[in-house]
């Protein structure tokens, strides 16, 4: 079974930076595509970013885009998602997931983390 636990969460101003960080466990991590989705209050949950096995493709929503960076440790079977610029409306609970495709869509992944708060103040 599949385990994954985000860290890394918290308060922070607009325009500062923060790393959330994804343990993965339970299978092979260089054969799992690992994402991150949120869900601000309110709404949908929506695709943030994923990464490939290998790491080599890297695919982002348009918002985040030159300001949200995901990269995996294969030593450590981390998957991070480096978030800097913040703004308030990036606020949400973040969550990790995991699955054999690196998707947009909460389908493409049956493996999820338990989620972590992330609140960006104006």
């Known amino acids: 079974q599949v385990q994954l636990v985000e860290s890394g969460g918290g308060l922070v101003q607009a325009g500062g930076s923060l790393s959330l960080s994804c343990k993965v466990s339970g299978r092979t991590f260089s054969t799992l595509a690992m994402a991150w989705l949120r869900q601000a209050p309110g709404k949908e949950r929506e695709f943030v970013a994923t990464?490939?096995?290998?790491?080599?493709?890297?695919f982002y929503t348009n918002s985040v885009k030159g300001r949200f960076t995901i990269s995996r440790d294969h030593a450590m079977n981390v998957v991070y998602l480096q978030m800097n610029k913040l703004r308030p409306e990036d606020t949400a609970v973040y969550y990790c997931?995991?699955?054999?495709?690196?998707?947009?869509?909460?389908?493409?992944?049956?493996?999820w983390g338990q989620g972590t708060q992330v609140t960006v103040s104006s």
């Open positions: 990464t490939n096995g290998n790491g080599r493709y890297t």
């Open positions: 997931a995991a699955g054999s495709t690196a998707g947009i869509v909460d389908s493409d992944y049956p493996y």
